[in-house]
């Protein structure tokens, strides 16, 4: 987990002005939530110009949305710590980096294979600038404006899932090319980088303290990527038989679910045999960090199923079979997200 940079003393952050860099590194992570679901809007588009039908290989396609939240999720786990070995600045931009090859990927992509490695890379760069700049902020903030920097962070982060489907479907009824929805992030993504190299030029990179959890981080990621796609196979209606009856999930996905629980149980039993433990699980003993997790936990399953699951449905599965009612409920959508935008 990433810790307080003993580099960073009071001279030499004078020289850093926090606020411009809580705002670069926002500009950063923004982009990169957006890309969480804006592909949602254009997957239609992508599916057509691929040469993919709607109404049978949905569930192919689907995994350059669930490819970029498991990417995304699972860098945001260890990333922090390696922040803290290799330094803010080195990891941070190694990140931006990543994310913007991950979209040039993307948008030259001449298949779907290719598209979701190209998602991939750029959840894997995307994820881990959040708990880099978490790191960072922290760092430069002194300690009662902190929580408030964090929180920042954490809002923007959000904002950008909430608003990626609305931004991509701006965009695609403007100019109806989905490849520039991922050319777009790269003079954004330089300019950022630009910017930021600049603002963070004083920070110093600090001594290495401690070793990097290679097992945690391994049992970890593999947990994660095991329970999706078990959970991605278990909501599969499954090929049809001789008489069209769908055969239900595949029957690998409940053994990969109940792998995913050793690998977690694994996890935790090296956590606590670890001199340097990738997450300090003496924090779940302390009750109101415990629930604030499994709130948070709820609050994201809910979310991730409102920003993603249901604008996926309305713009492919609804739109090939009810294209009215999926127009009605886009439309709603579009509403429902400049009222909310206003009230928040």
């Not at 608003?163 to 992030?185: A, E, Q, S, T």
């Not at 509403?335 to 909310?340: F, I, N, R, T």
């Amino acid at each position: 987990m990433p810790m307080k940079n003993p580099a960073l003393t009071n001279v030499e952050t004078r020289t850093v002005d926090p606020r411009l860099t809580l705002a670069l590194v926002c500009l950063a992570i923004f982009i990169g939530a957006v890309d969480l679901t804006v592909i949602s809007a254009a997957l239609p588009k992508v599916m057509i110009d691929l040469r993919l039908a709607l109404d049978t290989e949905l569930n192919r396609a689907s995994w350059a949305v669930s490819g970029y939240l498991l990417a995304y999720t699972v860098s945001i786990t260890f990333m922090g710590r390696l922040s803290d070995l290799f330094g803010r600045r080195k990891v941070y931009f190694l990140c931006l980096v990543t994310f913007l090859v991950g979209s040039a990927v993307v948008a030259a992509a001449p298949n779907l294979t290719i598209l979701i490695v190209g998602r991939v890379i750029q959840a894997l760069g995307a994820g881990a600038m959040v708990p880099v700049s978490m790191a960072l902020v922290g760092d430069l903030f002194p300690v009662g404006q902190r929580a408030a920097a964090l929180g920042v962070i954490g809002a923007v982060d959000t904002a950008g899932w909430m608003v990626g489907h609305l931004y991509g479907g701006v965009l695609m009824r403007l100019f109806d090319d989905w490849r520039l929805l991922f050319w777009l992030n790269l003079p954004i993504g330089a300019v950022a980088l630009g910017l930021t190299w600049y603002a963070l030029r004083n920070v110093p990179t600090p001594p290495r303290v401690g070793s990097f959890d290679w097992p945690g981080t391994v049992l970890l990621s593999a947990g994660l990527v095991v329970l999706n796609v078990g959970l991605a196979a278990g909501s599969e209606l499954g090929a049809p038989d001789f008489y069209g009856e769908r055969l239900g999930p595949p029957p690998y996905a409940g053994p990969l679910v109940g792998l995913a629980l050793v690998l977690f149980a694994l996890f935790v039993w090296v956590e606590r045999r670890s001199a340097d433990p990738l997450i300090g699980l003496e924090l779940f003993t302390r009750r109101d960090t415990a629930m604030a997790c499994i709130i948070n936990v709820m609050v994201g399953f809910g979310l991730a199923i409102a920003i993603t699951n249901v604008p996926l449905y309305i713009n492919t599965r609804l739109l090939l079979y009810h294209p009215t009612d999926s127009d009605i409920l886009r439309i709603a959508a579009w509403d429902a997200g400049w009222m909310l935008s206003a009230l928040t």
